[in-house]
């Protein structure tokens, strides 16, 4: 005898404990909702688990947790996040990214129609970035427990053969290259703040960048020493933490770094620094000398680095400091941020 | 950036640093504190001090209102914040502020209390109309410049017959700080205090105008020009001040006239002395206690002071004894020379007020300007 299940409810229904109880609210939940979104042949199976062939070479592995409030921002939302944010951090080895695995803590009571539109949106930022979502959980808290929704995400990625991305190779005299303007998702994400709320037309820059990574390598190769994006804390703690794991210091020309007008506004409205500021689609790259050049126009051919700029280099320090020539025609330090400048920007 | 860039360009900038390089008179110092932490961050921000000469030294005052609030105020207001019906708003940049043993405002909310960010005085209002069953209190911190806002406020209060919303003032004032730093007893113990002028606030004085510091200029002897906190203004300023000295002048000059009148902003100075009046004195980290320095609410409107409504209790709390902060304000250090800077005390975990704020003159050297250093002292 057939059962009846009533469908779900994607206009007006909400999640309930049901639907992480492990019966059947749940598996509807799962097959109606997240495999209609990411729908591949691995899913599809519905085990526990998804096998996949490993090439040849090394894989990369990485693992993140998006909480960003609100939930949906101006161009994009927590889930096409949860797919870039993790696709960059694989990118930044040089790896192409393969696969991810998608787990949500959703709050009882979020509507399904949210739910459906971060679900879509992530199948989406999967399919244009070549990655496929092979695996996840779900699991529902009570009222008041989470935020609404949170996601975490892991995935692994294959390294070109004989590519070792990482800090310690960076050498006095290498360029730090930038993808873009700087501060974009973190400026677009507080004018959406409750109590905070401005007009602006500045997006999210939350982009999967591994394409862009591809034309990089082939164009620098081995000169291209590492790669970070630079999420919290800005490019101010990305080149900061660079300089603590390469022992170097940087030099930078305040006047070479692109920072939209718009960004650059709500920063002085709002008492920031858009070196602090966050981005989701930008990375910064340290290279040698004598591949620069050529890893820059690359960038620039692209169009996810169309403003891409030589912004400094990399000086002995044992200070580690990173400086910047002001564009007034001073110097200073470019430090961490101390404390938080706002809480779950990603 | 519109209406930012124009007073940030380099080329003009460099114009008035070759003016100041060549009127300032190499056989004398020229010492200039710029009293608000604004001037102070930017001087850090923009690299100003790379564009003057050697013997054009700034002074770091003591204008951050975050830096000088004394650790005991913030106790008491994490004591407030404890109670179970308060619902305490802040401005962001108090929530790191230490009080006594290392508490934040931000350590207590993550132990239970509710402590909210606000971004403005109307905020902490609305937190009050939608929160019926508690009492909102607003954390009220700042000069001349962002007590008409609190004003405003209570007047809003008032006229919505709000009952659940009051205001702990901590609103202090400027020129009785200034008058401070030029005769406080203390400056024995720490050698003279040798000012030669005041780069004047920008947005104290749009309020309050430039007379008030007329006496400064009249009975102490101290040049002061008004300034702008755009890195260009201060440039400006400076070469004023400069040239003030150079002529053996003692005026108030307003270099900030675009925003900036004589008598200030009326309206927000009557609206303040409608609601607000002089506490005898008012403790400053820093400073100890400045007569005359701070506002409390008016009996008129004592429903809406907190410490009336709850009783609050003043608790002090002493400053470490090897911090230097009240040299630093007043000139007779520098940051680099107190034991502390950078050792214990950084903008993570400050001992002193100067490194509490980013305007505080120990964080902003900390942050942007330490690289200097290192021709002083090895790491």
Partial sequence: ?346 | MKYADEFRDKAVALGLARAIQSEADPQRCYRFMEFCGGHTHAISRYGLEDMLPKNVRMIHGPGCPVCVLPAGRIDMAIRLAERPEVILCVYGDLMRVPGSQGVSLLKAKARGADVRIVYSTADAIRIAEENPEHEAVFFAIGFETTTPPTAVMIRRAEKKQLDNFSVFCNHVLTPPAMQNILESPDIRSIGPVEIDGFVGPAHVSIIIGTEPYEVFAKEFGKSVVISGFEPLDMMQAILMLVRQVNEHRNDVENQYSRAVTRHGNRRAKEEVADIFELRDAFEWRGLGFVPHSGLKLKQTYARFDAEVCFAMSELRVTDNPACECGAILRGVMKPVDCKLFGTVCTPETPMGSCMVSSEGACAAHWTYGRFRDRQQRPS
């Fill in chain 1, 1 to 346: 005898m057939k059962v009846h299940q009533r469908k779900l409810d994607l206009k007006q229904g909400c999640v309930d404990l049901s639907h992480g109880s492990g019966g059947r609210a749940m598996s509807q939940l799962i097959s109606g909702l997240f495999h209609e979104a990411f729908g591949n042949e691995w899913l599809a199976r519905g085990n526990d688990q998804s096998a996949f062939d490993v090439g040849a070479g090394r894989m990369v592995m990485t693992t993140d947790a998006y909480v960003v409030s609100p939930l949906f921002f101006p161009g994009g939302n927590i889930g096409s996040l949860a797919v870039h944010g993790t696709v960059n951090d694989i990118a930044m080895a040089g790896a192409r990214p393969l696969y991810l695995s998608a787990s949500f803590i959703i709050e009882e009571g979020f509507r399904f129609s949210d739910l459906k539109m971060i679900a879509d949106s992530m199948g989406g930022a999967a399919q244009s970035a070549g990655v496929h979502i092979i695996t996840g959980d779900t699991k529902v808290v009570e009222r008041g427990k989470a935020d609404g929704l949170f996601i975490s995400t892991a995935g692994v990625g294959l390294v070109p053969e004989g590519f070792d991305l990482s800090a310690e190779n960076a050498r006095v005299g290498d360029r730090v290259l930038i993808s873009g303007t700087l501060g974009d998702h973190g400026v677009a994400i507080m004018s959406k703040r409750r109590n905070l709320t401005f007009e602006t037309e500045i997006v999210s820059d939350s982009v999967a960048l591994h394409d862009l990574v591809a034309r990089m390598v082939a164009a620098g190769g081995r000169g291209i020493r590492l790669m970070r994006d630079p999420t919290r804390g800005g490019l101010a703690a990305t080149l900061n933490e660079i300089a603590q794991q390469s022992e170097l210091g940087f030099s930078l020309q305040q006047e070479a770094i692109p920072v939209k007008p718009g960004v650059a506004a709500a920063c002085e409205l709002l008492g920031l620094d858009p070196l602090n500021v966050a981005n989701e689609g930008k990375l910064v790259a340290i290279v040698s000398p004598d591949v620069a050049g050529a890893v820059l126009a690359a960038m620039r051919a692209h169009p996810l680095g169309r403003d891409a700029a030589d912004i400094g280099e990399a000086v002995p320090d044992d200070h580690r400091f990173v400086q910047m020539a002001t564009s007034f025609g001073g110097a200073r330090i470019v430090d961490w941020l101390s404390g938080e400048q706002l809480p779950r920007i990603c």
